[in-house]
T-cell receptor
Framework: AQSVTQPDIHITVSEGASLELRCNYS??????LFWYVQSPGQGLQLLLK??????LVQGIKGFEAEFKRSQSSFNLRKPSVHWSDAAEYFC????????FGAGTRLTVKP | DTAVSQTPKYLVTQMGNDKSIKCEQN?????MYWYKQDSKKFLKIMFS???????INETVPNRFSPKSPDKAHLNLHINSLELGDSAVYFC?????????????FGEGSWLTVV
């Protein structure tokens, strides 16, 4: 069955620490891959996307993500988290339609 | 200069009422969507229109009826509201229906049914 999984419901990191949010997908072919961020009370904003080519993708706000075909993963990373990064993060995959993961809530400690 | 705007942002209404949420995009996109986000933050597509024509209609109760008067507008009408309809409804748009296109979201409409 086609699916996208974000294994971590909630992650807490200290400001300045590095961050990695996990995303795994299950599709027959390599789908289009996206990461969106949702700040409290706001809509979703695209951070980055991967279609093909270089497997390390740079996005806005200092985020990057790496596509690993062998692991069916597209994990989001940031080397140093800022308090303003606290939000809900959604991985999304598109093949026949767009499917979103359940989201990972990021809390940033001072 | 809001790209995807939806109104109202907050709506509290009684069970059994009929309500509408309006959506407009000024991005020149051909495709528009309605998504529902439940209390657990799970985001699920409800409808998708391309050039005013319905292309995705997920399993949604008939009480939900989208209407697209032109490709810049996609309104959502809900009849006989139920408690379980309480959620955040997001309007969105993209250049086309291909899943490779970036989807641009509105800020959401918080619907509470009491």
């Amino acid at each position: 069955a086609q699916s996208v999984t974000q294994p971590d419901i909630h992650i807490t990191v200290s400001e300045g620490a590095s961050l990695e949010l996990r995303c795994n997908y299950s599709y027959g072919a390599t789908p289009y891959l996206f990461w969106y961020v949702q700040s409290p009370g706001q809509g979703l904003q695209l951070l980055l996307k991967y279609f093909s080519g270089d497997t390390l993708v740079q996005g806005i706000k200092g985020f990057e993500a790496e596509f690993k075909r062998s692991q069916s993963s597209f994990n989001l990373r940031k080397p140093s988290v800022h308090w303003s990064d606290a939000a809900e993060y959604f991985c999304a995959v598109g093949v026949d339609d767009m499917r979103f993961g359940a989201g990972t809530r990021l809390t940033v400690k001072p | 200069d809001t790209a995807v705007s939806q109104t109202p942002k907050y709506l509290v209404t009684q069970m059994g009422n009929d309500k509408s949420i309006k959506c407009e995009q000024n991005l020149g996109h051909d495709t528009m969507y309605w998504y529902k986000q439940d209390s657990k933050k799970f985001l699920k597509i409800m409808f998708s229109y391309n050039n005013k024509e319905l292309i995705i209609n997920e399993t949604v109760p008939n009480r939900f009826s989208p209407k697209s008067p032109d490709k810049a507008h996609l309104n959502l009408h809900i009849n006989s509201l139920e408690l379980g309809d309480s959620a955040v409804y997001f309007c969105a748009s993209s250049f086309g229906p291909s899943t490779g296109n970036t989807i641009y979201f509105g800020e959401g409409s918080w619907l509470t049914v009491v």
